[in-house]
């Protein structure tokens, strides 16, 4: 059941006298209205069994079978909208939320959108430690927390806030260093630079309005629920293999699982076909391991959802 409120309305009267009638309750969003965030915002909403009409150019829309309101807007703007209550919640990059000091809850870290903050100087420039950024000129989109990290590193250094091609600034002689956002590190090739610092590693998070409502609360507690299971299945593998019943104990041993492994009997006497899960940052040493105890006819099986 999704929560309700009730409302009056003095055009809906019986009797001369307005009357209750029953809406739903819905959860505001606001994503990103364009860009690599704003695909990974949709396809999360989908694999959360959330269907979103997204039209062309269109900036308001609410979900089919979900009640959820998602707003399309401009990046930078996604924290302000939350923090005056106009969006209750928002999927938007860490490194904005920090930028824009905006009185915002960060609820859940997505897993997607990652990419880091770094500092970066001319190849030519010699480079041994933070200390060489002393008394420099940084050109970058994120004065505040470039100031924060010089701070913290009792840095002096003047910097110049640009927006948009900022990895330019060193060749035009407006600084001698940038601090940008940084993938693959080959814009930065292209154009003279070398990473030297990170500042902060960020991804895409889910922020949240402080003072959200009661009723939006248990609304954001059912999305929280689905975007969990959907990443504890992006982490993990499904994996079943068949074991000589006298390897089994070792086997068994070797698969961590989610409590236990499943072992079932096979029709072939002296063989048991076992069941369970993997976490992906420990795959390959496991599927190894579990070779080398006896284990044949290893399946590998993505899983699409895990509640636990």
Excluded at 12 to 33: D, E, T
Excluded at 147 to 168: M, Y
Excluded at 225 to 254: D, G, H, S
Aim: include cysteine; glycine fraction near 6%; charged fraction near 25%.
């Amino acid at each position: 059941m999704y929560p309700i409120i009730f409302e009056t309305s003095s055009r809906a009267c019986r009797n001369g006298k307005p009357f209750l009638f029953v809406s739903k309750m819905k959860l505001k969003l606001a994503i990103q209205k364009s860009g690599r965030l704003h695909d990974d915002s949709i396809k999360l909403l989908k694999e959360c069994g959330i269907d979103i009409n997204n039209g062309v150019n269109k900036l308001k829309t609410e979900a089919s079978n979900f009640p959820l309101e998602v707003f399309f807007l401009r990046d930078d703007d996604i924290p302000q909208y939350i923090e005056d209550g106009v969006a209750d919640i928002g999927i938007v990059g860490e490194n904005v939320v920090l930028e824009k000091k905006k009185q915002v809850d960060i609820v859940e870290k997505l897993g997607f959108g990652k990419c880091r903050l770094s500092m970066a100087v001319p190849k030519s420039m010699e480079y041994n430690s933070v200390e060489d950024l002393q008394n420099t000129r940084i050109a970058t989109s994120y004065p505040i927390i470039v100031n924060e990290f010089l701070r913290k590193n009792n840095i002096k250094a003047e910097i110049h806030e640009i927006s948009g091609s900022v990895e330019i600034a060193p060749g035009i002689g407006l600084a001698d260093g940038i601090c940008d956002l940084v993938s693959s590190g080959s814009t930065l090739f292209m154009n003279g630079l070398k990473e030297v610092e990170t500042v902060l590693k960020s991804e895409a998070v889910l922020a949240a309005f402080k003072s959200i409502q009661p009723a939006q609360s248990k609304l954001l507690d059912k999305l929280l629920f689905r975007i969990q299971a959907v990443k504890k299945a992006k982490n993990n593998k499904y994996i079943l293999l068949n074991a000589p019943n006298e390897k089994l104990q070792e086997i068994i041993a070797l698969l961590p699982g989610m409590k236990s492994p499943t072992v079932l009997p096979l029709a072939e006497a002296g063989w048991s076909s076992v069941h369970s899960v993997l976490n992906e940052n420990d795959f390959w040493d496991i599927i190894e391991s579990l070779k080398a105890a006896g284990a044949q006819g290893i399946l590998v099986v993505p899983i699409e959802k895990m509640v636990i």
